[in-house]
């Protein structure tokens, strides 16, 4: 890989798609070796930017120039040629293939075509050591949660020796302990003279890593400026185009008469054991944990999605007999699934479609969908989950990823569920949305709905929740309410698994 | 991630044709058939068109059941054998009660056949290329052993006929058949849950599944649905005949699926439509036809054919690539 270092620079560049522009004359310079972070809300180019810069997808107008010189990429490798390495929102890993076979895909030490296995562990193990990730370079990728595989992305970036990084949304996924990992890895490529075109939507992180700001809405680049000249409401104004006050909303208390809707009686399954909980109608329960503590299967367990061993899930007082998921949606459980694209989305249908899909038998008559009860629906529930698309037709595949994610919310309120199970309800959604998420949540609630809110964002898990368990290797280990439920005491029941 | 790069060419075409996964077959289509009418005299007699449609009567009710099939994530291939079967199990029951019942009996079986498939695949995860297939060899062996290898004559029963060969408004039956099946299985793929539920479980069967389909349910539907209408093209056929021969079908399904693909519905299950492969089907019919009615060396149509549906998968999987 050649190493070309020099600053980058994107001079009026347009982009639309079928006629709806997603970046309008936009025009910005990437100094060489800093942290030029995008933000914006969901849906305003960021990572369209990012895929014009990388090659992926060409300019409608406008071009981008790698030390003053005007550089054209027509595929991810010319731009890689370049020193110019991505490390995309929706990960690309070959899930057949290791860890170590992923990370250095396409780069392989060979010998006459043959793969040198003992050499690839070693420069896999190298570069792993450099970064600071742990690895068994041997795992199978596909058997791998999505945090880690996105750490092999960012090993795979790494390894290129890349001179330009674009990131979209690297933490997005990650725990916070990973999350700041990747922040010390993100600062020492920028000390050794890497530029890192950084896309996120913790603006605390931005903040914190960033040289320079830019900001997007609508298509628009609204402003450039140095992170140390910024600040985070600043950031949000220029975002929104309006303040958002609190990020989040007053918490409405659940009546102390509030019957338990949701009873979880010793429950073990996989990555699950003897769990107990109960949530009230109106209540919203928090699930913190580290990544990987088993707060996913947890939610699968009490969705029916995977195998239960013993104990039992009670909806207001009647045990769930039926062994499915379908058991569980009809009884009136619902639930967000952490991986929007693997385990949500039909990403070639259209957005309306993806919307009732959980829900169909009820806009249907011996099984002929109502078209017109069902566009009345999706419309309705549109007003409540705001998602930016060229309307309910749209396929899913070409939303930004916020808004993929708001769809998939919106499918799961669909079935009018008693008990909704969101795991990382706002992973990869821009602040003000976020915001209206938790509106959403807590407005639901206030109707009596019984939430369980699954999150590796601490802070979000505390400033929804009434309540809050911790969970580490499968088992609950600490309930926290009240004046206890701080940031130190679930930190310390995560990690040490002690109150 | 996708790679627009190729498509910025789109541009420069009229909005409709820029997917053309939607419009896709509709244009050569209509060139072909545009071209046919202008260089062959005999194309655009009513008889000529009528023959094709009566004659692809059987392939396009397979077809429009394949698509469904395809649309669910798996592929039938034992639609051939099944064609068969039926069509000498109906006729050779015709010969002692009464066509009625010959044709319950027929579909009844299709609908077996087609119901143990879709257990095979949706139950046991065998893989639905190697399940149907072997299921070809044992339905295509059944056959064999009960027509003991002859042809089942139906001249004794001449009312047998009438389920192919009656004519209504100047059409024949078999056409309307076919049109009644299009219809319905049209119908089922785009307005009804069940549909819906096919394309979901082609498209993601784990997301289908979070979201309360019975994902295994669904593709044995769709499996019976396909034996059924092997079964009814079986009968179709030998009721126009008036009889009956284990060993036809060989290369039905390929024929079928050929036709499905040129049609623009996905190998990779999750989209598809019916009213497409109709078109698909009829699409490839319309080149045999115009090489006979050119009197062009039958060799190139088997050439001609080859090409077009390497064209066709390759667009799906450019289209497929795209969309990464
Ligand atoms: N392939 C595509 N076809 C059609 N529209 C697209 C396509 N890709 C992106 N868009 C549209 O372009 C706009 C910008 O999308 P982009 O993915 O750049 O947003 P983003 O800023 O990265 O948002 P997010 O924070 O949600 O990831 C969106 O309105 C999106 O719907
Ligand atoms: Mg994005």
Redesign the interface.
């Known amino acids: 890989m050649t190493k070309q270092a020099g600053d980058l620079t994107v001079v009026g560049v347009s982009k639309s798609?079928?006629g709806v522009a997603a970046l309008t004359d936009v025009s910005i310079t990437v100094k060489q070796g800093e942290v030029h972070s995008l933000v914006g809300e969901n849906g305003a180019g960021k990572s369209t930017l990012g895929?014009i810069i990388s090659?992926?997808?060409?300019p409608d107008s406008g071009q981008i120039q790698i030390s003053g010189e005007s550089v054209s990429f027509?595929?991810?490798r010319e731009a890689l040629a370049h020193g110019i390495v991505t490390i995309?929102q929706?990960l690309?890993i070959v899930p057949g293939l290791t860890v170590a076979e992923n990370v250095l895909l396409g780069d392989e030490p060979k010998k006459v075509g043959f793969i040198k296995r003992k050499k690839l562990r070693k420069d896999f193990a190298a570069l792993a050591k450099r970064v600071g990730f742990e690895f068994e370079p041997d795992t199978v990728a596909g058997s791998l949660s999505v945090a880690e595989q996105q750490k092999i992305e960012i090993l795979r970036a790494l390894s290129r020796n890349a001179s330009i990084i674009i990131m979209d949304e690297p933490t997005a996924a990650l725990s916070r302990q990973e999350a700041e990992a990747l922040h010390k890895v993100i600062c020492d490529l920028s000390k050794a003279g890497t530029t890192v075109i950084l896309v996120s939507h913790f603006l605390s992180e931005v903040l914190e890593l960033s040289d320079t700001i830019s900001v997007l809405r609508d298509g628009h680049l609204v402003k450039t400026m140095p992170a140390a000249q910024s600040n985070q409401e600043e950031l949000i104004e220029l975002m929104l185009g309006r303040s958002l006050g609190a990020i989040y909303p007053t918490k409405i208390f659940p009546h102390y008469t509030a019957p338990t809707v949701l009873f979880v009686n010793n429950l073990c399954a996989g990555g699950v054991s003897n769990a107990w909980l109960s949530v009230r109608a109106g209540e919203i329960l928090g699930v913190a944990g580290l990544v990987g503590s088993g707060r996913s299967e947890l939610a699968r367990a009490i969705?029916k999605?995977s195998k239960i061993h013993s104990g039992s899930i009670e909806i207001n007082g009647v045990r769930i007999t039926g062994k499915?998921?379908?058991a569980a949606?009809?009884r009136g459980i619902s639930?967000l699934?952490e991986s929007r694209k693997?385990?949500?989305?039909?990403?070639?249908?259209s957005i309306k479609?993806n919307i009732t899909?959980?829900s169909?038998?009820r806009w249907?008559k011996f099984?002929?969908?109502s078209?017109r009860r069902e566009n009345q629906v999706v419309a309705k529930i549109l007003e409540k989950v705001l998602v930016k698309s060229a309307g309910v037709r749209q396929k899913v595949?070409h939303l930004s990823g916020g808004n993929q994610q708001k769809v998939l919310l919106a499918?799961t309120l669909m079935?009018s569920p008693r008990v909704l199970i969101v795991d990382e309800p706002t992973r990869g959604v821009d602040v003000g949305s976020k915001r209206a998420i938790y509106d959403l949540l807590t407005e639901l609630a206030a109707d009596g709905l019984a939430i369980i809110a699954i999150s590796s964002d601490l802070e979000e898990v505390l400033g929804i929740a009434h309540r809050v368990i911790v969970i580490r290797g499968g088992k609950i280990v600490s309930e926290l309410s009240g004046r206890a439920m701080t940031e130190h005491a679930v930190l310390e029941a995560a990690f040490t698994g002690t109150k | 991630m996708s790679t627009d790069t190729a498509k910025s060419w789109n541009r420069y075409l009229p909005p409709a044709l820029r997917s053309w996964r939607d419009a896709g077959i509709i244009l050569p289509f209509a060139i072909l058939f545009v071209t046919l009418s202008i260089t062959s005299q005999p194309f655009l007699r009513k008889t000529n068109l009528l023959n094709i449609l009566d004659q692809q009567s059987a392939i396009l009710i397979i077809a429009a059941a394949g698509a469904l099939i395809l649309v669910s994530g798996a592929i039938d291939l034992s639609v051939g054998a099944t064609y068969a079967l039926a069509g000498c199990v109906s006729a050779q029951y015709a010969i002692k009660h009464s066509v009625l019942s010959a044709v319950i009996v027929g579909l009844a079986l299709g609908l077996l056949v087609g119901i143990v498939n879709g257990i095979i695949v949706a139950i046991f995860k065998i893989n639905s290329l190697i399940a149907t297939l072997a299921m070809s060899f044992v339905i295509g062996g059944l056959g064999a052993k009960i027509t003991k290898g002859n042809l089942i004559m139906l001249t004794e029963k001449p009312e047998y006929g009438k389920i192919a060969q009656s004519t209504w408004l100047g059409v024949s039956s078999s056409i309307w058949l076919m049109v009644g099946v299009i219809v319905v299985l049209g119908f089922l793929l785009t307005r009804t849950t069940t549909g819906r539920y096919m394309i979901a479980s082609g498209g993601n069967a784990q997301a289908a599944r979070l979201a309360g389909i019975r994902v295994s349910l669904i593709r044995i539907i769709a499996f019976g649905i396909s034996g059924m209408a092997a079964a009814l093209a079986g009968i179709i056929d030998a009721s126009r005949v008036l009889s009956a021969s284990a060993q036809l079908g060989g290369t039905l399904a390929f024929t079928v699926l050929a036709g499905i693909v040129v049609g623009g519905t996905s190998i990779a299950g999750g989209q598809g439509s019916v009213w497409r492969t109709v078109f698909g089907v009829l699409f490839i019919a319309l080149i045999g036809n115009g090489f006979d009615l050119l009197g062009i060396d039958p060799l190139y149509h088997q050439i001609a054919l080859g090409l077009i549906l390497l064209v066709a998968v390759g667009l799906d999987a450019w289209g497929n690539n795209k969309r990464r």
């Open positions: 798609f079928g895929k090659g992926l997808l060409l027509r595929s991810p995309a929706e690309a969705f999605d499915n998921p379908l949606l009809q639930l699934p693997e385990l949500g989305l039909l990403l070639e249908r479609e899909l959980s169909l038998d249907s099984g002929i969908i078209r595949s499918r079935s």
